[in-house]
């Protein structure tokens, strides 16, 4: 199927399928299973998220209650660094974000 044909079947523009075929932009969640229903794909598939999967810690490091401040940085790290370098920055915002309203809630309870 062509871009042009993809745009048209999904309503999407020609310049966003265009971006998200290059892997210049990830299309949002609703867009996602447009996308898939279109190209009579799983979602899984469609992202090659089975092959993306992070691999199982092992049961000696899934048994600790909490990650060391390093080994918790090298994950977050070496997930960021599966996404494609168009979206790391983005995701790292998020993180932070998340990170951030996490501590400002947690700060709200403790005041309470």
């Given amino acids: 199927m062509s871009r ?3 745009a048209e079947a999904t309503d999407l523009s020609y310049p966003y399928v265009a ?6 932009r990830l299309p949002s969640a609703k ?6 229903r279109v190209l009579g794909m799983s979602l899984d ?5 089975a092959g993306a999967l992070p691999v199982p810690r092992s049961a ?9 401040i ?3 940085i090298t994950r977050a790290v070496q997930d960021l660094e599966t996404l ?3 979206v790391r920055m983005e995701a790292l ?11 400002v809630e947690e700060r709200s309870r403790a005041q309470r």
Wanted: glycine share 4%; aromatic share 4%.
């Fill in 93 to 103: 915002n998020k993180v932070q974000t998340r990170v951030m309203q996490g501590v």
């Fill in 70 to 72: 390093e080994e918790a």
């Fill in 45 to 49: 598939d469609l992202f090659d998220t």
């Fill in 31 to 36: 867009h996602q299973v447009t996308l898939s």
């Fill in 60 to 68: 000696a490091l899934s048994t600790r209650v909490r990650p060391s």
């Fill in 84 to 86: 494609p370098t168009s």
């Fill in 4 to 6: 042009k044909d993809l």
């Fill in 19 to 24: 971006q998200i075929e290059t892997g210049y």
